[in-house]
């Protein structure tokens, strides 16, 4: 059974550093991987999909990249802002339509 | 495009209780989940329908929760008998199937307290 875990829990950093999130999974077959925001007593919001296929996706000041055969995928945040504070998921869809939730980080950034 | 809706968006109950959520997916999607969030967890699936069949449904406690997508459209998740533990986040989400990006659209969830 697939496996998603994510690190760091939580992590608090000051407003303008760039940092990164890590997710890893322990199934390389994948069909996509997906990062969500969610902000507290919030649904999750869509960041970012990565199809199997592709190394890499990019939408403003987020970058996510996938490593299939590593199991791993990186969300790059650039030039943190306050507004950026929430918990970020990542998601691993297989080719059954099943998708596989790691328990989140927990970012907040201090003004 | 409207997205997922869920509603209500809070509910309290006693235990023992029965509680419903209702859950409209994005139009044209087949594929609608169930998922139960307790604090500081990521989400849990609790069902997942095709259509107005369902796909997996491994992880319901079919005792006390039931779920039903007639006409393959809107879905009901129902609870009946709450108990405390049934506190949480409902969260409902639609995909398409087939050949397409195969991206997850999550509706705003039900909040629900068990007293």
């Known amino acids: 059974k697939q496996e998603v875990t994510q690190i760091p829990a939580a992590l608090s950093v000051p407003e303008g550093e760039n940092l990164v999130l890590n997710c890893s999974f322990t199934?390389?077959?994948?069909?996509?991987l997906q990062w969500f925001r969610q902000d507290p007593g919030k649904g999750l919001t869509s960041l970012l999909l990565?199809?199997?296929?592709?190394r890499e996706q990019t939408s403003g000041r987020l970058n996510a990249s996938l490593d299939k055969s590593s199991g791993r995928s990186t969300l790059y945040i650039a030039a943190s802002q306050p507004g950026d504070s929430a918990t970020y998921l990542c998601?691993?869809?297989?080719?059954?339509?099943?998708?596989?939730f790691g328990t989140g980080t927990s970012l907040t950034v201090i003004p | 495009e409207a997205g997922v809706a869920q509603s209500p968006r809070y509910k309290i109950i006693e235990k023992r209780q029965s509680v419903a959520f209702w859950c409209n997916p994005i139009?044209?999607?087949?594929?609608l989940y169930w998922y139960q969030q307790i604090l500081g967890q990521g989400p849990k699936l609790l069902i997942q329908?095709?259509?107005?069949?369902?796909?997996?449904d491994s992880q319901l406690p079919k005792d006390r929760f039931s779920a039903e997508r007639l006409k393959g459209v809107d879905s009901t998740l129902k609870i009946q008998p709450a108990k405390l533990e049934d506190s949480a986040v409902y969260l409902c989400?639609?995909?398409?199937?087939?050949?397409?990006?195969?991206?997850?659209?999550f509706g705003e969830g039900s909040r629900l307290t068990v007293l």
């Open positions: 989400a639609s995909t398409k199937t087939g050949v397409d990006t195969g991206e997850l659209f």
């Open positions: 199934d390389s077959a994948i069909y996509n």
């Open positions: 990565i199809q199997s296929s592709q």
């Open positions: 998601a691993v869809r297989n080719t059954g339509n099943q998708f596989y």
């Open positions: 139009s044209g999607h087949a594929t």
């Open positions: 329908f095709q259509n107005n069949g369902v796909v997996d």
